[in-house]
Every structure is written in structure tokens, then in C-alpha cells.
């Protein structure tokens, strides 16, 4: 082998071991499910123009909120057993409990709710990852379910959309981990939260009940009408729990003009993120049906919305 040879050989062979020591280690990554089901609470009918077509309903709102995050959406009816409530939650990826008019304690709704709660938090000790949503009534709901009694007060906001008083938690919270800067920041000066709440979370009662502060951490707060000073969104310090007191379905999904509904740029992006966030929640469950044909019986798409804009301010509304 002549000398320049030689030399080329050996400049190969160095090349090729810097390469091989400079890949990088193989990540290790979590198992997504790219087909998960969010269930969606049915909540009970409050209103007397509604009570014709049914006991409980969901807004379609709520469901295309979900689906445009990617996620398919199953109705949970307030009728079944508690063991049918356990099977049903080895099949879903998530939970979202919506707004709307119930009894925080005694309701079918309350019930219901309760019992996946505690499937949720036995399943996530465990490291069966499970996550849970609640919008207005939602989140008081799982206020009250973590602290074991209901601590709301008067805490109206009624038809106004608001900026959020954003904590520094808020800055390194997983709920808003993907918002960009220019977002965040808009989100803590324009009114981009639609509120329709008349009770709510008191900041001082959740700063002197230790399950509430030792449970969640405030990611931000409103005050009311009455000038109360109200927590506005909450993060779950160990479990994939989340709540927010206004609705950020309604900023792409519903469009009665008499109401705040936030339908700006960024009042629509922070709507598709959180969207985003919580189906990505979803993903990390591998929770899933185990027959095909059984799943495709139990999602939203075998039931057909009602149009309801014209006495109601949902554009559609499913009844069951």
C-alpha cells in the first residue's frame, strides 16, 4: 500500500469512529396513542326550553373543541352503573367535564364525575397516565372533589370576556408550555376568556385550604363583579388535572352576537392550543377499546346534533 493511500485508509478509518462516538444516545420515548377518545360528562338539562328534547345534553361546542385537537369524542350518559363507568374508563384516554347548571354535591353529574375521579387518581398512582379536564362548572366541580366539601362563593363574571392575571407559575406550567411569548403576553392584556359564571374559587379560600394549595397550583386570576378575587386556572401539582373558569370552546365554536364571545386572532389560537394540549394529554393514556365495532358504537357520531342558536346560545347541541 503506497504512503498516500495509507494515509487516505487512515483518515477513513478516523472519520468513521468520530462519527459513530458523535451520534447521539436513542431517546427513549413515551408510547402515544394517535387514536385516543375523549369522554365528554353529560351534563343535565337546566334550562326549560331544552327539557323537550332531553334529560342531559352536551354542546356541540365542547365536541368539535376536542375533535379539533384530534381527538374523536365518546358521550357518557348519567344513567349507568358504576361498573359500566369503570369499563368505559379502561377505554377512554381522557375526561372533560363541561359547563352548566348542576348541584356541586348531590347531582347525577356530581356522582358520575366523582367516581372517575377516583379511578383517575388510582390509575395515575399506579403510572396508568389519565388526564382530567373541567371547564367552568367543570373546574368547580373538581374544586370541590378535591377539597371534599364546596368552598365557592359569589364570584360573577356574566357575559364579559377578560385578560388573565397570569401567576409566575403560569411561565412554567405544562398547560401553557407551547404558547409563545407574544401570546402569553396577549393573553395577559387582552380580553381573550370568555367568563358566564356566577360562582367560583375565592383566591384567599384556595391560599387556606390545604388539599386545594397542596393539590393544585393557580396559573391565574380574575376579579368578579363584586370585586372578589377569584382563581381562574388551575394545574394539578401531580396529576394531569386541569381547570379553567371561562371557556375557551367558545372562541371558535360558538357565535350568538349578544354574548362576549372572544373571536380575535389570538383569542383563536389560545382556543386551538389548549385544545391541542389537552388531546396531547389524551395521547399519553393508552387506555383503548378492544373491539373496533364497539368503539365505533360508542362515539358522538352515531348521535345527530340539534340546532339550537335559535333558543339557546349553542349553535348545536347533542340530547340524550
Given at each position: ?108 353529574f356530581a356522582r358520575v364525575a366523582k367516581i372517575?375521579?377516583?379511578l383517575a387518581l388510582e390509575a395515575n398512582d ?139 386572532p389570538h383569542a383563536v389560537q389560545v382556543s ?49
Amino acid at each position: 500500500m503506497s504512503s498516500v493511500r495509507f494515509l487516505a485508509y487512515l483518515w477513513r478509518v478516523f472519520f468513521c469512529c468520530c462519527c459513530v462516538r458523535a451520534m447521539p444516545a436513542k431517546i427513549q420515548q413515551e408510547p402515544l396513542n394517535d387514536r385516543p377518545v375523549i369522554g365528554i360528562l353529560t351534563q343535565l338539562v337546566s334550562d326549560d326550553v331544552m327539557r323537550p328534547f332531553g334529560r342531559t345534553y352536551i354542546p356541540d361546542s365542547y365536541v368539535t373543541y376536542l375533535e379539533s385537537g384530534g381527538s374523536r369524542v365518546m358521550p357518557i350518559r348519567l344513567t349507568l352503573t358504576t361498573a359500566e363507568y369503570e369499563n368505559i374508563f379502561w377505554k377512554i384516554n381522557g375526561l372533560l367535564l363541561i359547563g352548566g347548571a348542576a348541584d356541586l354535591e348531590t347531582s347525577d353529574f356530581a356522582r358520575v364525575a366523582k367516581i372517575f375521579y377516583k379511578l383517575a387518581l388510582e390509575a395515575n398512582d399506579a403510572g396508568d397516565f389519565f388526564p382530567i379536564w373541567g371547564t367552568c362548572m367543570g373546574m368547580q366541580l373538581l374544586t370541590v372533589l378535591v377539597a371534599g366539601q364546596n368552598l365557592l362563593t359569589n364570584t360573577t363574571a356574566e357575559n364579559v370576556a377578560l385578560p388573565l392575571n397570569l401567576t409566575a407559575d403560569a411561565l412554567t406550567s405544562r398547560m401553557f408550555q407551547n404558547f409563545p411569548k407574544r401570546l402569553l403576553k396577549a393573553l395577559a392584556e387582552e380580553p381573550l376568556t370568555g367568563n358566564f359564571h356566577n360562582y367560583g374559587l375565592e383566591v384567599k379560600t384556595f391560599q387556606e385550604n390545604q388539599k386545594l394549595h397542596g393539590f393544585f397550583t393557580p396559573l391565574s386570576t380574575n376579579t368578579a363583579e363584586n370585586g372578589v378575587h377569584f382563581v381562574s386556572t388551575l394545574e394539578g401539582k401531580k396529576y394531569p388535572f386541569y381547570g379553567v373558569q371561562w371557556h375557551p370552546e367558545v372562541n371558535r365554536f360558538q357565535w350568538d352576537r349578544k354574548l362576549s364571545f372572544p373571536h380575535s386572532p389570538h383569542a383563536v389560537q389560545v382556543s386551538s392550543l389548549l385544545a391541542e394540549f389537552f388531546v396531547n394529554e389524551g395521547r399519553r393514556s393508552l387506555h383503548h377499546f378492544d373491539n373496533p365495532e364497539k368503539e365505533a358504537s360508542s362515539l358522538i357520531y352515531m348521535h345527530k346534533p340539534v340546532y339550537t342558536a335559535n333558543f339557546t346560545s349553542y349553535e348545536q347541541a347533542y340530547f340524550f
